[in-house]
């Protein structure tokens, strides 16, 4: 486990996201818990009320480099300074090495996540970056799978790879739902994000019975 996470959704906080959306829709606040299967419409449609899901969490000793990539993204997040006034070492700032380890803190809305991921889960991204968000997905999906379902790269997304230079996944993908998913709708964005999460899961050893992924 790399990911450690410094706070987590509630089901008060998933009882605003249905309440706000109720506003949308000219309909009064209830004191309803939202549905699993309300959870799952919303997170896929990606509604603005999904912005109000909050996450914070920590990369220890991370190297210096990933945290640059890793900071390109739309989300608040804290790296340890490498500064020379507030140096834990006696090497300056100037002759750090790229692999120096810092400590990185991110905090991002579920939007922010599920378009993060769509190009962190990419095999077009470097594999240290790829193997952060994967062990992000693998660590949420223990406490909220539902959440952790939507979090998939921009193939499974789009139905197909944007990228200039196509990594070859989604062919592999194609031909693993040919073989496991046969009959089911390919053009279903819902089945197709099932058949990732097994695929996804199946490959990272997970222990199935903690799976949440459905139809």
């Known amino acids: 486990m790399i990911t450690e996470f410094n706070s987590s959704i509630t089901d008060e906080v998933w009882r605003r996201v249905k309440n ?7 309909k009064d606040f209830t004191g309803n818990d939202a549905t699993d299967a309300f959870k799952k419409k919303l997170l896929m449609s990606e509604h603005s ?27 608040e997040k804290f790296i340890s300074t490498q500064r020379d ?9 100037g002759k750090k090495p790229q692999d120096a380890p810092v400590n990185f803190d991110g905090y ?3 939007q922010n996540l599920i378009d993060a991921w769509r190009k962190r889960l990419c ?14 997905k693998i660590e949420l ?3 909220h799978p539902i959440e952790s379902d939507v979090l998939c790269p921009n193939c499974i997304y789009r139905g197909g790879c944007p990228e200039f230079y196509p990594c070859g996944y989604f062919e592999k993908f194609k031909k693993w739902f040919d ?3 046969a009959g089911r709708d390919f053009n279903n964005l819902q089945t197709r994000y099932n058949a990732y999460n097994q695929m996804f899961y199946e490959k990272h050893e997970y222990i199935k019975d903690n799976m949440n992924v459905q139809e």
């Open 20 to 26: 706000h959306c109720r506003t949308t829709d000219n």
């Open 123 to 136: 095999y077009q991204a470097t594999k240290e970056a790829r193997e952060l968000a994967e062990d992000f």
């Open 108 to 110: 991002a809305n579920m």
């Open 179 to 181: 073989i496991y998913y």
């Open 141 to 143: 999906h223990k406490e």
């Open 49 to 75: 009320p999904i912005r109000l899901l909050e996450f914070d969490w920590s990369w220890k000793h991370i190297p210096y480099w990933l945290s640059t990539e890793w900071s390109r993204h739309k989300f």
């Open 85 to 93: 006034d507030r140096l834990k070492d006696d090497v300056p700032r």
